[in-house]
């Protein structure tokens, strides 16, 4: 399992362990599964807020983040725990699944 703390140098002024599990969905403007899937990551995010920290990052806006977390194709969204351990997906999922797996980080 990966650990947060390799992607640090890459995330400034964010505490990724100990206080609330994160989302992170890496997409690109231009990618279509990654627009099918933005209005679900949007309404995760207003579902758990408070419980669950929800980010997205534009690939082609953040190439040197992308790079470090090896992000081959998109969307990918990594599932983080408060211990800062991150679960990988990569392409779309139904809500039903992203709020299983928010669940599972809780």
Avoid at 13 to 25: C, L, Q, R, S
Wanted: glycine share 6%; with cysteine; charged share 20%.
């Amino acid at each position: 399992m990966e650990n947060i703390n390799a992607y640090l140098p890459y995330l400034r002024n964010y505490n990724f362990t100990g206080v609330v599990p994160v989302v992170i969905d890496f997409y690109a403007s231009w990618c279509g599964p990654c627009k099918a899937l933005a209005p679900l990551i949007e309404r995760l995010a207003t579902d758990y807020e408070g419980r669950l920290k929800v980010l997205k990052v534009d690939v082609d806006k953040n190439q040197a983040l992308a790079e470090a977390a090896r992000i081959q194709s998109i969307p990918t969204l990594f599932f983080i725990d408060v211990n800062g351990n991150i679960e990988r997906s990569v392409g779309g999922m139904p809500y039903n699944e992203l709020v299983r797996r928010a669940e599972a980080l809780l």
